[in-house]
Nanobody, 126 residues
C-alpha cells in the first residue's frame, strides 16, 4: 500500500487546513486509516482514525471539537480537516493505514498501523 499525504502548510493560529491522503495498492475500503503527528523534539503521537466504511471514527482529546477525520472510498482518499489550529498543532503529520479491522485497532489502542505515508508539514504561527 502506498500512501501520499498532501495539504500541509503555514497557517495562522485559529486558521484551518485540510490534509488529504491518497492510497493505492490495496482495496481502500478494507483499510482502517488514521493520522499521526510528530512535533520537533517530541514523540510521535496518534491523532485520529476512521474505519473502512467510514462509520466509526476516533480522535484524541487534544483535537476533539477542532479536527475531523473522514474518507471518500470512491476516491481512495482519507482527510483530516483541522480547524481552530493552535501553535501546539505544529508537527509533521503522517497518514497511516492498516488491514486490521476497526475493533482490533481500537482494542490495540490505535498503536499498530503497518502502512505509513511520507508526512506533510503543518506549521501554525501565533
Amino acid at each position: 500500500v502506498q500512501l501520499q499525504a498532501s495539504g500541509g502548510g503555514l497557517v495562522q493560529e485559529g486558521g484551518s487546513l485540510r490534509l488529504s491522503c491518497a492510497a493505492s495498492g490495496r482495496t481502500f475500503s478494507s483499510l482502517t486509516m488514521g493520522w499521526f503527528r510528530q512535533a520537533p523534539g517530541k514523540e510521535r503521537e496518534f491523532v485520529g482514525a476512521i474505519s473502512g466504511s467510514g462509520g466509526s471514527t476516533h480522535l484524541v482529546d487534544s483535537v476533539k471539537g477542532r479536527f475531523t477525520v473522514s474518507r471518500d472510498n470512491a476516491k481512495n482518499t482519507v482527510y483530516l480537516q483541522m480547524n481552530s489550529l493552535k501553535p501546539e498543532d505544529t508537527a509533521v503529520y503522517y497518514c497511516v493505514g492498516t488491514e486490521r479491522i476497526w475493533i482490533r485497532v481500537v482494542l490495540g489502542s490505535f498503536s499498530a498501523f503497518e502502512y505509513w505515508g511520507q508526512g506533510t508539514q503543518v506549521t501554525v504561527s501565533s
